[in-house]
């Protein structure tokens, strides 16, 4: 039974018993900012069985896509040399939300795994466990499903704590919880396999013979800071099967990595490398590693340096290396995806609609690496030489990250292959003083370093532009407080409350006046206060002072234009080029918009084209803008936008601009038509999987269409044509230039060959051998090759060195008719004169090319040439 209908088994089963059978949710949670990758079933559940979400279904059945490769859930260091670790897996799994418990959910598990109709699998190969203290799931299990006592485990506190137990499972500290039970299959139970490994709370339970294939959690508890369990109003239960265990046994094997799917990958990485399948534990690692780097790019992360990013870049570099010691030393990962499309493609369409773009942002982040890698090796491998003891000192390893990119896990891992340590103190101590030294080059901006110890600021602003009662609570001279500013003073203001808006998520900070002081920009400092920025140009000003906050209000509302136009744009990009477009970064401010995505490649002209459509469309149609300040539970519920990696508070702000839903803190138009005018400037890559937009909106807009037109008009004077025609006459000028350039190729080839006649006349016989030796003007290096070839023919017999002088360079070209390349190569005598001119050269015995940067050297070289062919010739 192969992966695909055991999935798809699974999910029937659970179907006919009344689960709605709900998709794989993304790899980067939603709901869930302490983890960095969904790593289980439940994970997309979460807020249902806490109970801060409903869903219109008590009970789920899914397969969901996992990864642990990173945070508090790393098996990435044991991918590869195990049989059951992954970095990616998929987990079957069924849950209730406070309906059925304990009786059915057991039932349900045994059903599946031993009922005739669907796994069929010999009772006698399996035996459960459950916790010490749960005789309800004992009971269930021995009388009511009829297991013999003795295949029953009762599995105490054995990680060091009360309910710390293999069996006994915890959201986290504290929260829901609940006792556990599993079901292990034995995979050599008359011990013929010599799989080594014992039941479950033996001594020997790590082995692989004894295989946990499911497991269920009863959630019947919540847990107190102190410790305590109090029962659940609702208990529920969250069962995880892992499809990759399950399909090792269906198919008669203990080692997943011997499984339909890894065999397809297996194969076509022994195929690239030229091995036999199963020859080396890297292919495993690589046919791992593709799994997880390609459904990590389909959920919009890209390789980078911090956060998912940068595990998604430690998973690439490390299949990479491996492929690097199976002999690929060219690109080969980003050949796997077509395989795993192959293997996967039918339960993950995704996989088969994205593999272009999967493809380009794996080909990008192998190009880059694979650069360095070679490199890195050797810098490690002579490292590793020249130990005297078997510890790779930190310098090195902080070098191999900081220079060659590899990250430290990476050397680790590497480390790890040859019975090495790393001196991991060593490493964070080069990693500080780096951080201390970009920190001592980086630039002062006025809201850090200043020393404020007051309330917050109360931000009025999204009401507001001027308030006349503002009170001044912190002074700044420069960055050093004081109690009062004098005229001419440049530094920073803190108000009580103030309508400026602070930079932060992209928006550029406010400017204006505070009295007579002129704010050029505010900045937030760390406590929430706003720091206004600027110059005091009369009077005084003091702590206490009541002043009159006014916002620079063109500034304002340019900057919204392009902040509220940035949210429709990224709608239209995301409705233009697929859900994969993340937001990378952005910078709003009166000029412009700027904003960083997620995807691989240029954009085209008509996609471009269809961006500012959508958007321009959004415009016309003035739609109201709405904000509203929701608990940040209620807003997720809203299907409202929100950024991977971005903290947020308990409250969050929706923001609702045309079709686009996003948090957002910023200063926006009250309706779309008041943006008035969008239009791209440009778009370009600024990173591996990245790509700009940098647009202009309302009077700026304007301004650039105008301009174009401008241009556009005296192009067109220019050429005598109008604007609507100018398209055509340049057409028909390019055509008459290509026609003009064949005319004078031809005229040319007729003057070379007039050279030719002529430079063959001036060749010396040396021993019998016509030898041309001479510098040629007015001619450019591919005519030059022309002329070699032409002499060569004119001379029949012989050997030719033309050298040609062009500005502050030297050309040079050799030929040697192939009936002499015995005596003399081309190669050769290209060197030879290459030398003395401040070049270098080579090629083949019969043609070599050259130069130099030395032209005042040519006619001596030239002359010394001349004897050096006849002392060959000789």
Known sequence: MNSNELRARFLEYFRRQGHAVVPSSSLVPSNDPTLLFTNSGMVQFKDVFTGQDKRPYTRATSSQRCVRAGGKHNDLENVGYTARHHTFFEMLGNFSFGDYFKPDAIRFAWEFITGAEWLAIDKSRLLVTVYHSDDEAYDIWHRQMGIPAERIVRIGDN???PYASDNFWAMGDTGPCGPCTEIFYDHDPDGSKGIYGGPPGSPEED?????????VVFMQFERSKSGELSKLPAPSVDTGMGLERISALMQGTND????????????AIAKLSNTAPYASASQKVVADHIRSAAFLI??????????????????????IRHGYKLGLSEAFFWKLVAPLAEAMGEAYPELVEQRARIEQVIRSEEDSFATTLDKGMKLLEDAIGTLKSDVIPGEVVFKLYDTY??????????????????????YDREMEAQRTRARAASKFTAGEGLKYEGPATIFLGYEQTAINDAKVVGLYRGSVAVEALAAGD??????????????SGGQGGDAGTVGDFVVADTQKIKGGAFAHVGKLETGALKLGDTVMATVAISQRRATMRNHSVTHLMHKALRDVLGGHVQQKGSLVDADKTRFDFAHTGPMTATELAEVERLVNAEILANVATQARVLPIEEAKKTGAMMLFGEKYGDEVRVLDIGSSRELCGGTHVSRTGDIGLFKIVSEGGVAAGVRRVEAVTGDNALAFVNDLQARLSGAAAMLKSSPAELGARITAMLDAQKQLE?????LKGKLAASAGDELAGQAKLVNGVKVLVTAVDGVDSGELRNLLDQLKNKLGSGVVLLGVVGGDKVNLIAGVTADLTARLKAGELLAFVAAQVGGKGGGRPDMAQGGGTQPENLPAALTSAQQWIEQKLG
């Open 256 to 267: 997943n990595y011997q499984i339909d799917t890894f065999k397809i990958l297996v194969n």
């Open 405 to 426: 990119g590899f990250p430290f896990d990476l050397t680790a891992d590497i480390a790890r292959e040859r019975n090495l340590k790393l001196d991991e103190a060593g």
């Open 207 to 215: 082995g692989d013979r004894w295989i946990e294939i499911w497991n």
């Open 742 to 746: 064949k005319e004078l190729a031809q």
């Open 298 to 319: 389909i959920d919009g992360v890209t390789p980078s340096n911090e956060g998912r990013g940068y595990v998604l870049r430690r998973v690439m570099r490390r299949a």
């Open 159 to 161: 990680k060091g704590a």
């Open 490 to 503: 440049e530094g920073a203001v803190v108000l009580d409350r103030t309508p400026f808006y602070a930079e």
